[in-house]
């Protein structure tokens, strides 16, 4: 079981000693201004005006953001191909056995997708924010205590961030708040409601002493901030149903005048589009020519595949249009659910063949029989001047957007609907209609009805237009209580409720761990 980490010591990180934000323009520069990202090892790393004496154990858990079983194939097959949005896309046979039971129930126990994601998460993540959290306990060197208290807020969002996504992935899982060795690596499973008691006190941490966005360093870009701590927390009260609390703190990120939705809908993918007045958590990937995207899964170039997992699978139309894997298709359903001349819909699906040319003038085909839409939020981001730059057209640079401003709000319309403030709850969801219909008033109308049930299906389906796409509608769906409904609806019709909620406890992990974790119920 591996709990503990399994690489060797901190010097063999040198090459994920990095986070690719810190020096990372804002979103009104252009992308291609970016410079190289120098490496880094324990002896001559740089403590840069304004960084910190900790910074190189954090940037190596912000690295591990980008982890391919973080933020990639597995995250991807896990939070999106399995929701009613999305089918596994690329050749029907494409992905076996590695995809096996995630586009239609159930996923075996040795499934090693389910297996990556539990090492990367335990094994390299939260591995990484435990390490800062004990160098800055074991820290007798006079260093401040406010400089002590910024980094472990740093690597509790981020382990909190991390547990949150295993929590909502595995049900019962272990904690584990301290760097393990192998004697002791074995932890028994914490129920559901301990580990959001965990997740929560990690989260107020970080939203108590983490700066705000304006509060960084520009050369810091892409840290993370007290407004991604807020926005989090509300996240993980509204899982729970404490409306109070997430209405409280998503009112606090709302109220803090760091965010806004003054950025089209469309650009919010694109490369300019980056840490924009959207973005409250973006997961920052970096590529260019001096350190090429790979192809494997060690992250060459600073980059992730989460966008190449996604990309047109065009081969056949020539390597200029091979923009990826093919994976995670937007669904028919997810078509269907659009209200009639929503804007939106162009910046989410990418239909092929191509009727017109695309933003940047391309026209795709239909080079696999299943695959007739793609994510064009993806494609946004792959713009062909990067291509030629990087020398690659998959899209290894592209940021991972993890929590948007609209989410926040959407979350406070949630939340005061359901605590009865109706006015509130109308208000909110406005402010998103009203961004995506783009000043076009013959589109999505306003929402007026006052009823409790009614305003709340409106929130819903907003969610779920708004966040297409976005690794957010199998979780939401599930916390609704409607995910059997819903998946039977979309042919999904292996669905099990009370099984297919969580994903199975890895088996190899169940194995080395000599039967101390137990089983998912149901597998």
């Not at 926005?231 to 965010?259: C, E, F, H, P, R």
Request: glycine share 8%; hydrophobic share 35%; net charge neutral.
């Amino acid at each position: 079981m591996l709990h503990f980490k399994k690489y060797k010591t901190f010097a063999a990180l040198s090459f994920l000693l990095i986070i690719s934000g810190c020096i990372l323009l804002s979103c009104n520069k252009s992308f291609l201004d970016r410079q190289p990202i120098s490496r880094y090892t324990t002896d001559n790393y740089p403590f840069p005006s304004g960084g910190g004496v900790y910074d190189q154990y954090i940037f190596a858990a912000y690295s591990s953001l980008r982890h391919y079983g973080v933020t990639s194939y597995a995250f991807v097959a896990a939070t999106s191909i399995r929701s009613d949005d999305a089918d596994k896309g690329s050749s029907f046979a494409d992905g076996y056995p590695y995809l096996s039971g995630v586009d239609n129930f159930p996923v075996p126990p040795f499934s090693s997708m389910v297996n990556d994601l539990w090492n990367a998460y335990y094994g390299d993540l939260i591995y990484n924010c435990n390490l800062v959290l004990q160098k800055v306990a074991q820290d007798s060197s006079g260093t401040p205590e406010s400089v002590k208290a910024s980094a472990m807020a740093e690597a509790r969002f981020l382990r909190g961030y991390a547990y949150f996504t295993l929590e909502r992935l595995f049900g019962n899982i272990p904690i584990i708040d301290t760097v393990l060795d192998i004697k002791n690596s074995v932890v028994p499973q914490s129920n559901p409601a301990k580990v959001y008691a965990f997740i929560e006190q990690d989260l107020q941490y970080a939203a108590a002493h983490l700066p705000s966005r304006s509060g960084w360093d520009p050369k810091f870009i892409g840290r993370v901030t007290s407004g991604a701590a807020w926005g989090m927390l509300a996240k993980v009260y509204l899982y729970q149903k404490k409306w109070q609390q997430a209405m409280d703190a998503a009112a606090t990120v709302i109220n803090s005048g760091q965010y806004n939705l003054s950025t089209p809908y469309a650009d919010i993918w694109k490369n300019s589009g980056e840490n924009c007045s959207e973005s409250v958590f973006e997961i920052q990937c970096y590529a260019d020519a001096n350190h090429p995207s790979g192809d494997g899964v060690d992250n060459t170039g600073y980059g992730c595949q989460y966008a190449s997992i996604q990309g047109v699978r065009g081969i056949a139309e020539g390597p200029q249009h091979d923009l990826g894997w093919g994976f995670n298709n937007p669904s028919h359903y997810l078509h269907l659910a659009y209200e009639p001349g929503d804007p939106r819909l162009n910046s989410t699906l990418l239909f092929c063949p191509t009727k017109t040319p695309t933003i940047f003038g391309e026209t795709f085909g239909r080079p696999e029989p299943n695959d007739s839409i793609y994510n064009m939020k993806v494609y946004l981001g792959n713009d062909p001047s990067m291509r030629q730059s990087v020398g690659n057209t998959q899209a290894w640079w592209e940021n991972v957007r993890i929590l948007r401003y609209a989410d926040v709000v959407l979350m406070y319309a949630e939340a005061a609907n359901e605590l009865g403030k109706t006015n509130e709850a109308l208000d909110k969801l406005e402010w998103v209609r009203a961004r995506a219909r783009a000043g076009n008033n013959a589109v999505l109308p306003r929402v007026t009805t006052t009823k409790k049930a009614d305003l709340r299906l409106a929130i819903q389906h907003e969610r779920r237009i708004e966040l297409a796409m976005e690794q957010e509608r199998f979780f939401d769906i599930v916390r609704w209580g409607i995910a059997a409904d819903v998946m039977h609806a979309a042919k999904k019709l292996n669905y099990t409720a009370g099984r297919d909620e969580w994903l199975p406890i890895p088996q190899a992990q169940i194995d080395l761990s000599q039967g101390v974790l137990h089983q998912n119920p149901g597998y």
